[in-house]
């Protein structure tokens, strides 16, 4: 197990400042979960860098609570409710996410709103190479998360109920508008020159054309649950940051991990992949296209350099809510320390649009 795995794989106690009434908290899933009983006993789980998530154990069943975390809020971040709603649309549409219980918008009964889902069991492979699969498997394991995310672009949202969920067209516009103004407004996070000639450059070059669906936001080999033995997606997880959106953006945040190093997130970076029996870039951008009914994705360079930036942003949030005293997870540290690498990662990917 990597160090990045044994640090965000399983549980451990509720951290100090995170802590749940497990009394209060019983009582609420006896009155919204469906035979429900007890008794409760509740961990928190290692992983996750905004809304604490936490294990939640009884006899008869495991499920999972996300919640908001303590203290002040970004505006319009850690919208767990938003999570709730996409899951239950998705789920009308036989995509893999677990199934959700409830949702608790009173802050009175936990300090913030939170909702309640089943716990999938299964495989998550938090280093991009699979390294303890065959290459046969690791090759079809690529395959069954490349299928999932042409899945979940082909969603017709408005059939399941997500016409609202999001602005369709204009996502690029609208998204680095987004990630600028929080990585401007942070002031105590600092700011950073190669940052700043991103958020100059990157709306001076959006290519032409439009398409919308429900983008998952964070589609990485760590956010998806396999079958324990088969090469199959058993649940997408962490649907913080899914709206409706640019399919090509949402994939090309997921193909990052062809030029991402494996120890910012779970990227390829440096591997010899044709030894691995993973798809090159260009092969498995191809699949993807097949699997959409494209001939071809225009603009794709330019959805990398904008993912890349975007997330850049993100690491940038996580700085400041490390500095603030906000930050949910052990691991948001080593966010913080990455945070110039991948800034400049960002910044080079100018140079291949």
């Known amino acids: 197990m990597t160090d990045l795995a044994h640090a965000n794989s399983g549980t451990t106690a509720v951290r100090e400042g995170y802590e749940l009434d497990v009394t209060v908290l019983e009582a609420w899933l006896r009155a919204n979960v469906e035979d429900f009983s007890g ?45 709730a709603k996409v899951l239950t649309g998705l789920s009308r549409a036989g995509f893999p996410v677990p199934r959700v219980h409830g949702l608790c918008n009173d802050a009175n009964v936990l300090g913030t709103m939170f909702y309640v889902m089943d716990l999938v069991e299964g495989r998550i492979f938090w280093d991009a190479t699979i390294q303890h699969a065959s290459r046969d498997e690791r090759a079809a394991l690529f395959d069954a998360m490349n299928a999932t995310m042409a899945q979940l672009h082909n969603v017709d949202y408005e059939a399941v109920g ?14 680095i508008s987004r990630w600028s103004r929080q990585y401007l407004a942070d002031d105590q996070a600092g700011r950073y020159p190669l ?34 033995s088969e090469a199959r997606v058993l649940a997408v997880l962490d649907w913080e940051l899914s709206t409706l959106g640019h399919p090509g953006a949402d994939f090309a945040y997921h193909a990052m991990m062809y030029r991402m190093p494996p120890y910012i997130v779970a990227g390829l970076g440096g591997a010899n992949i044709a030894d691995l029996g993973i798809p090159d870039e260009k092969a498995y951008l191809d699949a993807y296209c097949m699997r959409r009914g494209l001939d071809a994705m225009p603009g ?4 990398v350099a904008f993912n890349f930036f975007r997330l850049a942003a993100i690491f940038h949030g996580i700085k400041g809510r490390v500095l603030r005293g906000t930050a949910s997870s052990a691991q948001a540290k080593e966010r913080v320390a990455v945070l110039p690498e991948l800034i400049e990662l960002a ?7």
Do not use: C
């Open 39 to 83: 008794p409760l006993s509740v961990d928190q789980f290692r992983g996750g860098q905004s809304n604490p998530t936490y294990r939640l154990s009884t006899p008869r069943a495991d499920y999972v609570l996300r919640k908001q975390p303590p203290g002040e809020l970004l505006r319009g971040a850690h919208a767990v409710d938003r999570e």
């Open 162 to 175: 997500l016409g609202d969920y999001g602005k369709p067209g204009n996502y690029f516009e609208r998204q």
């Open 195 to 228: 940052m700043d000639e991103l958020v100059e450059w990157l709306p001076r070059h959006i290519p032409a054309g439009d398409e919308t669906s429900v983008v998952h936001g964070d589609y990485r080999i760590d956010n998806l649950i396999f079958h324990p």
């Open 300 to 303: 794709y360079d330019f959805y």
């Open 347 to 353: 910044w080079m990917q100018m140079a291949k649009v």
